[in-house]
């Protein structure tokens, strides 16, 4: 069955340093993969999205992630955190549901503290 | 992105009370979808409609009913309100040719 695991609740990293966000999931076919953020008080953005081709995906805000199948893992990389990133980030699995609809599973989420 | 406005943004409400939170769009797609967001548990999957004639139960439908009103409204109601439907509820939607899902700002439900 499809899963999606984010194995860190909650990172606290200073601004200006780097960042990476761990998503291993679980499919067994090629997956469609995603990251969103959901800044306090707002709704879930699309930072960026996995479907073929190049494995290193760009995405918004300066957001890149890099899809490796061999560790089944899709972590989302900033070079330099600014104290706006602060949120709640959720990475999610494209994949068939029981019904044979497509759909999306989500993960747990990782919360993101900035420190100055 | 989509335009997924939700009604209400907040609201509390007493246990037992039936209450109904809406969901419309304005970029036309044809998927919807309800969701119930509580801390720890990411996101779960109440209801979707790929169609106006099209509903289906997600992941922990008990509880909740949907209406899909036509293309651009997509309705969810708790019959009977209790304090374990507290949460933060977001609609979302997307179209038949992405897995993408565009969503809306969330509406935060208290149940007394």
Known sequence: AQSVTQPDIHITVSEGASLELRCNYSYGATPYLFWYVQSPGQGLQLLLKYFSGDTLVQGIKGFEAEFKRSQSSFNLRKPSVHWSDAAEYFCAVGARWQTGANNLFFGTGTRLTVIP | DADVTQTPRNRITKTGK?????????????????YRQDPGL??????????????????????????????????????SAIPNQTALYFCAVGTAKTYEQYFGPGTRLTVT
């Not at chain 2, 797609?29 to 309800?34: F, I, N, S, V």
């Not at chain 2, 289906?56 to 109601?77: C, P, T």
Request: aromatic share 12%; hydrophobic share 35%; glycine share 8%.
């Open chain 2, 18 to 34: 039936r209450i109904m939170l809406e969901c419309s769009q304005t970029k036309g797609h044809d998927r919807m979808y309800w």
């Open chain 2, 42 to 79: 990411g996101l779960q999957l109440i209801y979707y409609s790929f169609d106006v004639k099209d509903i289906n139960k997600g992941e922990i439908s008990d509880g909740y009913s949907v209406s899909r009103q036509a293309q651009a409204k997509f309705s969810l109601s708790l019959e």
